[in-house]
């Protein structure tokens, strides 16, 4: 979510931003409709079989097989310059990270087309994730981060990645307050 609607900055970081998962392409052309995501291109790969799997980004134990959180960055020679890989579906990258690996390749800006899904958008977008649900999703997990974090030990493993685990809630609840000022 954060860095899908910061598209300006990547393409004027010289890049552009896809989001891989083992959803089939119809539910990408539902997200893409009811998020608005013009510009970031919605990747299908089920079973993860060919870029998921071959990279590293995919857990067969959950939920049947799905997609591990991650940011890669390739430079234009496709050499993988930036890695960050989460632990489960709820971990993501610190964006400030990506875009200070993004800025450190010194490429020009690009202005690519507005993505467009090969298959028809359906008509009936309720099952899709739905914008109002991305707030209390986060708060959530901001709000179980702080109580784990108050309830572990000082210095400790737990406290630290509990503290991590806040900060990505908070980034994304910052994000999508930002993304909301856009509608």
């Avoid at 931003?17 to 539910?27: E, I």
């Avoid at 990747?43 to 959950?62: A, C, I, N």
């Avoid at 993988?80 to 010194?106: H, K, P, S």
């Avoid at 690009?110 to 986060?138: K, M, N």
């Amino acid at each position: 979510m954060r860095l899908a609607t910061k598209y300006d900055d990547i393409h004027s970081a010289g890049a552009e931003f896809a989001a891989v998962s083992v959803d089939d392409d119809v539910r990408q052309a539902g997200m893409r409709a009811r998020w608005g995501l013009t510009h970031t291109q919605l990747v299908s790969d089920p079973g993860g079989e060919q870029l998921l799997q071959p990279l590293g980004l995919f857990d067969p134990e959950e939920r049947g097989g799905i997609a591990l959180p991650g940011m890669l960055l390739f430079d234009p020679d496709g050499n993988e310059v930036y890695r960050y890989q989460g632990r489960d579906f709820a971990d993501r990258t610190n964006d400030d990270d990506v875009f200070e690996a993004l800025g450190a390749l010194g490429l020009p800006a690009v202005s690519p087309e507005p993505w467009q899904p090969e298959v028809a958008v359906p008509d009936d977008l309720g099952r899709f994730f739905r914008p109002a649900d991305f707030g209390a999703y986060f708060r959530g997990n901001k709000f179980g981060a702080i109580a784990i974090g108050g309830r572990a030990e000082k210095g400790s493993d737990a406290r630290v990645l509990a503290r991590e685990h806040r900060l990505m809630a908070e980034s994304s609840l910052d994000a999508w307050d930002e993304w909301r000022q856009t509608l």
